[in-house]
């Protein structure tokens, strides 16, 4: 079993940066693949960055250059660095398994990027 929690989120003006954080607690989140994902208002949740086992990243398109996951085995955490935030870049963002796997979904932290 796996418990997934995030946090880091807020309000930040176009341009600023935000770091996302998700612990999770369980034997397998060592060996497993991990994804941030994110659900505008309205829209379906999309996935933003995944990272494997030993390290190898990929992004979405929209936040190329822009986010950085990172994971931190020993202390069961998967990061993500959000810089130069974009208005389009509003969502609840999650963090879970490739694929996810329903019951791990936690609560979510909010990013609201406003002036």
């Known amino acids: 079993q796996l418990q997934l929690v995030d946090s880091g989120g807020g309000l930040v003006q176009p341009g600023g940066s935000l770091r996302l954080s998700c612990v999770g607690s369980?034997?397998?989140?060592?060996?497993?693949?991990m994804c941030w994902y994110r659900q505008a208002p309205g829209k379906q949740r999309e996935l933003v960055a995944l990272?494997?086992?030993?390290?190898?990243?990929n992004y979405a398109d929209s936040v190329k250059g822009r986010f950085t996951i990172s994971r931190d085995n020993a202390k069961n955490t998967v990061y993500l660095q959000m810089n130069s935030l974009k208005p389009a870049d509003t969502a609840v963002y999650y963090c879970?398994?490739?694929?996810?796997?329903?019951?791990?979904w936690g609560q979510g932290t909010q990013v609201t990027v406003s002036s």
């Open positions: 990272i494997t086992i030993g390290g190898r990243t």
């Open positions: 879970n398994l490739s694929p996810p796997v329903t019951r791990y």
């Open positions: 369980g034997s397998i989140f060592s060996s497993a693949v």
